[in-house]
């Protein structure tokens, strides 16, 4: 195929698979071109950040050991990049490498050897969950706007920075289907951990975004606390 010909194919999906077994990855590769799915390779986790830098992809293959580093500790660069889908790839089936690699932000995961169409059947699936949340998932009320990837909120013309955790705070608030989430949820779902008595971990997050968005132009905090309930986005 020529090189005009090869700009011209439109595929389904665009995977990064970031793999140090460049055999493997390359038959990986030829196999998935023939689902219709494009492939970009890197083998060192510093080469694969610096693409994620600058280009876009679907999904990331990423495997669990790699040279100067692993998946685990790649993870939670590419959640400071992109919030995009990612799948580990590891010979390992052990139950604790499943939940650690879960819980620092993986999509979902796949243990070698797989066949072909397990995997892209994985593929096409976490792709679909992860466009239908994109397009039910709220950004905006009123002056602020979240860029959840970047964990960055913006009030009117003012970008202001946001750590991971008071990013996915802000994000749950704009989605809540009661216009409130509770304490209960929040530690659940940010904190990934049972909400305990004495635990005010919560409540930091809340005060220190309060302190980085500043008030609500008309109506006090721009975080309510609803007694009984749990917080609310003032709109």
């Known amino acids: 195929m020529n090189q005009s010909q090869n700009m011209s194919t439109k595929f389904d999906l665009d995977v990064l698979i970031v793999d140090d077994d460049q055999s493997f990855t390359a038959g990986l590769g030829t196999l998935l071109k023939k689902f219709n799915i494009a492939t970009v390779m890197e083998h060192r986790i510093k080469n694969a950040e610096e693409r994620l830098r600058r280009s876009?992809?679907?999904?990331?293959?990423?495997?669990?050991?790699?040279?100067?580093?692993?998946?685990?500790?790649?993870?939670?660069?590419?959640?400071?990049?992109?919030?995009?889908?990612?799948?580990?790839?590891?010979?390992?089936?052990?139950?604790?490498?499943?939940?650690?690699?879960?819980n620092l932000?993986?999509?979902?995961?796949?243990?070698?050897?797989?066949t072909g169409k397990e995997l892209v059947a994985r593929l096409r699936a976490v792709n679909r969950r992860y466009v239908v949340g994109k397009a039910d998932t709220e950004t905006v009320l009123g002056d602020l706007e979240l860029f959840r990837h970047q964990s960055m909120v913006r009030l009117g013309n003012t970008?202001?920075?946001?750590?991971?955790?008071?990013?996915?705070?802000?994000?749950?608030?704009?989605?809540?289907?009661?216009?409130?989430?509770?304490?209960?949820?929040?530690?659940?779902?940010?904190?990934?951990?049972?909400?305990?008595?004495?635990?005010?971990?919560?409540?930091?997050?809340?005060?220190?975004?309060?302190?980085?968005?500043?008030?609500?132009?008309?109506?006090?905090?721009?975080?309510?606390?609803?007694?009984?309930?749990?917080?609310?986005?003032?709109?």
């Open 159 to 235: 970008n202001i920075e946001l750590t991971d955790a008071e990013s996915h705070i802000i994000e749950l608030l704009l989605n809540a289907r009661n216009n409130f989430v509770t304490r209960e949820f929040l530690f659940s779902h940010v904190l990934k951990r049972d909400m305990t008595p004495e635990d005010r971990s919560i409540d930091v997050h809340i005060s220190n975004l309060r302190s980085k968005l500043g008030p609500h132009p008309t109506k006090g905090n721009r975080i309510r606390a609803i007694r009984g309930k749990g917080y609310a986005l003032t709109k």
């Open 56 to 102: 876009s992809f679907d999904i990331i293959l990423l495997d669990v050991m790699l040279p100067g580093g692993s998946g685990f500790d790649f993870l939670p660069i590419i959640r400071k990049i992109c919030d995009i889908p990612v799948i580990m790839l590891t010979a390992l089936d052990q139950e604790d490498e499943l939940v650690k690699g879960l």
């Open 105 to 114: 932000g993986a999509d979902d995961y796949i243990t070698k050897p797989f």
